[in-house]
């Protein structure tokens, strides 16, 4: 967690607790678990009890809010947030108090722009706060599912975009990450098919050291590319598949980091 980060689609990241269980595919070298043993561990899997963090650690958003005024001037756009980085907001093992915690600061940090990523986008209903729900969802609160099968996209997007059709969530987006096969996003970037339609697509390959253990194929983000620019959607290449990937490994027709509502990276 922290003011700043290595995550190129975000500036800063926000944790209110530690602690998740694996879900899907995309879990199976998480690095927030990696990062929860070397301090101690005992946070990850099902009946594991979440670490919550300190108050001054909870309360670094209202910091950011005051420092809005700086950031934007600075950087001539607000603060994005990428929540959480260290679990999911909507993990059933966390105690709802904790959660509700966190979408109040959430709610009351207006100045930053939110960017919620869960792979548990089921539980949004039943989790998100009631006022949430009934025509109050913030304008400053959006919202990106990972998903790295054709088999979770077709689970997972119908859904995501009826969430954002009922509770008028301002941008949705999908995080392709690790990308591991092809997956045909054009039903869910065109308004025709379910009366609204992904926002964003962030598409990255695998890291660290397992980086060769999944197939990978830069064709894959290029033709994703091309049904985002087709359908007017922000497209976001992340990295290449790599062990430490950086920037110049990025071919230049791949080199595209488009954010929602137009805003760039
Ligand atoms: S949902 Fe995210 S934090 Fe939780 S186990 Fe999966 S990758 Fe890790």
Known sequence: MGATTGIKWTDSTYNSWWGCTKVGPACDDCYAEGTDKRAGGGHWGHG???????????????????????????????????????????????????????????????RLDWQVCTKRVSNLSKMSLPGWKKGGWPKHIGVLVTVVTQKEAERDLPRLLDLKTAYNIPWVGVSNEPAQEWIDWSPFLDWTVYGTALDWLIFGGKSGGNWKDRPFSLD??????????????????????????????????????????????
């Not at 919550?52 to 994005?80: G, H, I, M, T, V």
């Not at 999911?88 to 709610?107: G, I, K, Q, Y």
């Not at 990295?239 to 488009?258: E, G, H, K, S």
Request: glycine share 4%; net charge positive.
């Open 220 to 265: 894959w983000a290029r033709e994703a590319r091309q049904q985002c620019t087709f359908f007017g959607t922000a497209f976001f290449f992340k990295q290449v598949a790599a062990f430490r990937p950086t920037d110049d490994m990025i071919p230049a027709d791949l080199l595209v980091r488009q954010c929602p509502l137009g805003g760039r990276a």
């Open 48 to 110: 594991a009890e979440r670490r919550l963090l300190s108050e001054k650690a909870r309360n670094e958003p209202f910091r950011w809010q005051r420092q809005a005024d700086a950031f934007e001037a600075e950087y001539a756009r607000r603060r994005r947030v990428f929540t959480l980085s260290m679990g999911d907001l909507f993990d059933n093992e966390v105690p709802s108090r904790w959660r509700s915690d966190h979408m109040h600061t959430m709610e009351m940090c207006d």
